[in-house]
């Protein structure tokens, strides 16, 4: 048994922020079971990414390197991880629940007969686990009870990137077999959904908007809201699906992230896909008819009542105020 | 194409829920139930592989006797048959346990591709494709948007982070998990709800699968979240509401 591995992932050649989030839930874990913290690096060139992780203060940095795994495919990534996990025998694995883990680590878990404990938002003694349950409506504490690694995914935003202090950690290379037969998917390269033109990032003020509209017809109420707060108009996921709003104007883990000094949410009930997406805003207004939407959980100002009364109300009071 | 599409039956999204007295789940009879979110997304782009290149769907779905009217509304949208896996206790299951009844299920019928949503909206582990992948031996994509039937394989759209996507060739047979939004959801037709009520829904007791040993992940307990800022309730009608938060916009946020 050897500890704590943290998979850290890269993001255009660096570590990427919600992995450094990963690396200080593995250092609470660490400390918490009194185990030692390593990190792993996974790629076929991986070098300056072992670099930025061995100037923290962990034990070891481990360079999972293959030429088989320049490009993420699950089958590249399950079977060389699924090699470096029987050698090193840790007791926890943690990763960043991102998109590539979500593809992956499911799989790499079952292989192993274990399961992945997804998307954990806190740790407490034991060590139970704590997840979002019921589109954050509940949560739910768990614990492993299986023999081999107990592997976890950590939620965006629910530790600090910066909680590991900088260190100088050994550095190993780790060669996995992988045979080309073994990837039998073929992944291309990425690309952007539409030329962004709006940057929603940058705004100061955002009104969005969520599945509490509940027609198109209905979005010129909002769009009066944002129109005299002079902010920018955004929505949750399901009214992009609709086609309702275009992509672009989408807030949430699947679309942008943002942190304005006003995030005023209508209608949107607060799926954990829509609150890692602008939870980092100085100031959260929630208006929905469901006192227990988890939008409140973040909100600042709260206003449970029907927002085709609140919406038009407060459009004229906004414009009053400003005189 | 031999399709399977796994759904399953949740909570209705704006259910007021409790915690029941054992605390580990909510007081069920409090809710209402409907068909998961991305698995009526899988369930469509099924329905229109078929439409496009001939073939069979065939709904499955794991739980106690009540998912019955989940399927018989897929069967409604157009599904051909359906495997309803009988089980009351999943509950106790972790993800791993559920896709190996499921997987159990869909073996004997050798499918050439098996679509579900890729996240349920009760509890949300987001894995139960990608673990069927894996005990079914098939490669997988997830988080799909779009499907393409190519020579002996598939093209699909991934969505990535951040408004970035992907395509990928996977040949078949496969799993693919998908997500919301690809496809405009069809309705059940009177006509299509008629003929649900012939179509063939085998059940399958749980017991008689080649089911899981103990969980690996167990639920402790559940409890209602914590806020994470305090939250100033504005009460009073919709007027009053408007203009106190107005003020406070313009005096406390200073954003006016």
């Known amino acids: ?323 | 194409m031999k399709i399977i599409v796994a759904i399953k039956q949740v909570p209705e999204r704006d259910a007021q829920v409790r915690i029941d007295g054992s605390g580990k789940w909510i007081e069920e009879s409090d809710v209402q139930y409907a068909m998961n979110e991305s698995d009526a997304y899988a369930l469509e782009e099924a329905l229109q592989l078929k439409e496009k290149n001939g073939g069979e769907v065939i709904v499955l779905s794991a739980g106690p006797e009540r998912v019955g009217t989940t399927i018989r509304e897929a069967l409604a949208k157009g599904a051909d048959r359906a495997i309803h896996v009988d089980a009351d206790d999943l509950g106790g299951k972790d993800a791993l346990g559920v896709a190996q009844l499921l997987a159990e299920a869909i073996k004997p019928e050798n499918p050439d591709l098996v679509l579900t949503g890729l996240q349920s909206d009760d509890l949300g582990y987001g894995q139960t494709g990608v673990i069927l992948a894996e005990l079914l031996n098939v490669p997988h994509a997830s988080l799909i948007l779009h499907v393409e039937k190519t020579g002996d394989g598939l093209k699909v759209k991934r969505e990535l982070e951040a408004g970035w996507f992907q395509e990928i060739e996977v040949p078949l047979p496969a799993v693919l998990t998908i997500q919301s939004g690809g496809n405009k959801l069809r309705y059940a037709t009177l006509m299509g709800i008629k003929k649900a009520k012939s179509k063939e829904m085998r059940v399958v007791n749980a017991a008689e699968l080649n089911g899981a040993g103990a969980p690996v992940a167990t639920l402790d307990g559940i409890a209602l979240p914590q806020k994470q800022r305090s939250t100033q309730m504005i009460e009073g009608d919709a007027k009053q509401a408007a203009a106190t938060l107005a003020e406070k916009l313009k005096f406390e946020v200073r954003v006016l």
Request: aromatic share 6%; hydrophobic share 45%; with cysteine.
């Open chain 1, 1 to 323: 048994m050897s500890g704590v591995w943290v998979v850290l992932e890269d993001r255009d050649g660096r570590v990427s922020r919600v992995s450094w989030e990963a690396l200080a839930a593995g250092q609470a874990l660490a400390a918490k079971a009194g185990l030692a913290l390593h990190a792993a690096v996974v790629g076929a060139a991986t070098e300056p990414l072992a670099k930025e992780a061995s100037a923290k203060s962990v034990a070891k940095v481990a360079r999972i390197e293959h030429a088989l795994l320049e490009r993420y495919t699950s089958d590249g990534y399950t079977a060389a991880l699924h090699q470096f996990l029987a050698s090193e025998k840790p007791e926890y694995v943690v990763f960043p629940h991102t998109y590539q883990v979500r593809d992956f680590a499911p799989a790499l878990a079952a292989r192993m007969n274990e399961v992945l404990i997804s998307d954990v938002v806190g740790i407490d003694d034991g060590p139970t686990f704590k997840r979002q349950l019921m589109q954050g409506r509940l949560v739910g504490s768990y614990r492993h009870a299986g023999d081999g690694p107990c592997l976890i995914s950590v939620q965006a935003g629910a530790f600090r990137a910066g909680a590991v202090e900088a260190g100088s950690a050994e550095v190993t290379t780790f060669a996995p077999t992988i045979e080309a037969s073994q990837i039998r998917t073929k992944p291309g390269e990425p690309f952007r959904g539409s030329a962004q033109t709006v940057d929603l990032a940058s705004a100061p003020m955002i009104v969005s908007v969520g599945r509490g509209i509940k027609e198109a017809e209905n979005l010129p109420l909002v769009e009066e809201l944002a129109g005299a707060l002079g902010a920018e108009l955004a929505a949750s996921r399901p009214i992009c699906d609709n086609g309702w709003l275009p992509m672009e104007r989408q807030v949430g883990s699947s679309g942008q992230t943002v942190s304005p000094k006003l995030y005023l949410a209508i209608g949107i009930s607060g799926a954990i896909q829509h609150l890692v997406g602008m939870k980092g805003s100085q100031c959260i207004v929630a208006i929905n008819k469901d006192p227990d939407a988890p939008i409140f959980e973040v909100a600042d100002y709260g206003i449970v009542g029907d927002l085709f009364e609140v919406v038009p109300a407060l459009t004229e009071a906004i414009k009053a105020a400003k005189g």
